[in-house]
């Protein structure tokens, strides 16, 4: 089955501490991205990667760090520079093709801090 | 002013009933629209997209899109317990990178 997968599908952080999350879809979509959602609020964009070795920052990318070096995987790194990481993590896939652009999402990562 | 602007409800109809829910966005150049429902806890799932202005049918839904007034809509009939989400507009600007904007989402409530 095609699809996005997210891992893992609750994390803990620390103080301090560095943590990755994983995506990874088999749509053979060129685009990937990583939202963030907050309580009430809509999703926020964090980066981008339209193909691989290449990626943009989003709206919100500070205190946040990618690498796409498959086209496959796009994982995202939570440093200890973002200091309210508290939140539901959202990553994405599309195929542009046309001009119209449709994302798909992950199950998601709700991240917490202890 | 939002980009993209909907009413976070919620909005609780009987079942059976019609869901009405609209959302309206800033940028004129926008060109193509998206529905996503939410469960509470879980990810977007895409309902439907439209990009000509008019109405847009798949199932129940209904997607409307008038351009000129820039307001998109989607209409649910026969609204089900199981409808009971939170139901995200996104729009997506014309662009090398088409970047896609998402409002705040309306809650609805179909009640039994």
């Known amino acids: 089955d095609g699809g996005i997968t997210q891992s893992p599908k609750y994390l803990f952080r620390k103080e301090g501490q560095n943590v990755t999350l994983s995506c990874e879809q088999n749509?053979?979509?060129?685009?990937m991205y990583w939202y963030r959602q907050d309580p009430g609020q809509g999703l926020r964009l964090i980066y981008y990667?339209?193909?691989?070795?290449?990626?943009q920052k989003g709206d919100i990318a500070e205190g946040y760090s990618v690498s796409r070096e498959k086209k496959e995987s796009f994982p995202l790194t939570v440093t200890s520079a973002q200091k309210n990481p508290t939140a539901f993590y959202l990553c994405?896939?599309?195929?542009?093709?046309?001009?119209?652009?449709?994302?798909?999402f992950g199950p998601g990562t709700r991240l917490l801090v202890l | 002013q939002k980009e993209v602007e909907q009413n976070s409800g919620p909005l609780s109809v009987p079942e059976g009933a019609i869901a009405s829910l609209n959302c309206t966005y800033s940028?004129?150049?926008?060109?193509?629209f998206f529905w996503y429902r939410q469960y509470s806890g879980k990810s977007p799932e895409l309902i439907m997209s439209?990009?000509?202005?008019g109405d847009k049918e798949d199932g129940r839904f209904t997607a409307q899109l008038n351009k000129a007034s820039q307001y998109v809509s989607l209409l649910i009939r026969d609204s089900q317990p199981s409808d009971s989400a939170t139901y995200l507009c996104?729009?997506?600007?014309?662009?090398?990178?088409?970047?896609?904007?998402f409002g705040t989402g309306t809650k609805l409530q179909v009640i039994p």
């Open positions: 990667s339209q193909i691989v070795n290449d990626f």
């Open positions: 940028d004129r150049v926008s060109q193509s």
């Open positions: 994405a896939s599309s195929s542009p093709g046309g001009g119209w652009e449709t994302q798909y």
């Open positions: 996104a729009v997506n600007r014309f662009g090398g990178y088409q970047k896609v904007t």
């Open positions: 439209i990009y000509s202005n």
């Open positions: 749509l053979n979509h060129d685009a």
